[in-house]
């Protein structure tokens, strides 16, 4: 399945998975809700940090969401996207007839940093 694409960054660093969803904004609040399923068995697999769904605070006839997960190692992700449950959570969410998705998936790892002067 092209959506359920396993993550090869081979890397023992940090990495930030970013992706972005499209879908109707009609369908927006559905979809939060079929994502929260795939999220909660990426959160309990090992080297996973933190995740956040963001959504615009306008929007047309298409909501575009921003997805951010942090991971201890790129190569802790990689043992996280071939879990079978993960697979089977995302292939449910992309064939659901009340959501009609476009996705676009990467793995990033930080090259600049910058803190507050307050912290």
């Known amino acids: 399945m092209s959506h359920s694409l396993a993550s090869k960054t081979a890397t023992d660093e940090p990495v930030t998975v970013i992706k972005s969803y499209t879908v109707p904004t009609d369908e927006a609040d559905h979809f939060t809700v079929v994502y929260q399923e795939n999220a909660r068995i990426m959160a309990a ?3 996973f940090i933190r995740s956040r769904l963001h959504r615009p605070l306008g929007e047309g006839p298409e909501t575009r969401f921003v997805h951010i997960a ?6 802790a992700l990689d043992r996280a996207t071939e879990n079978p449950e993960w697979h089977a959570s995302l292939e449910r969410m992309f064939a659901d ?5 476009t996705s676009e998936p990467a793995s990033y790892r930080v090259v600049v940093e910058l803190h507050s002067a307050a912290s």
Do not use: V
Not at 70 to 75: D, F, R, V
Not at 97 to 101: D, E, N
């Open 70 to 75: 942090e991971w201890t190692s790129g190569t």
């Open 97 to 101: 007839p009340g959501l009609h998705i």
């Open 45 to 47: 697999q090992p080297g």
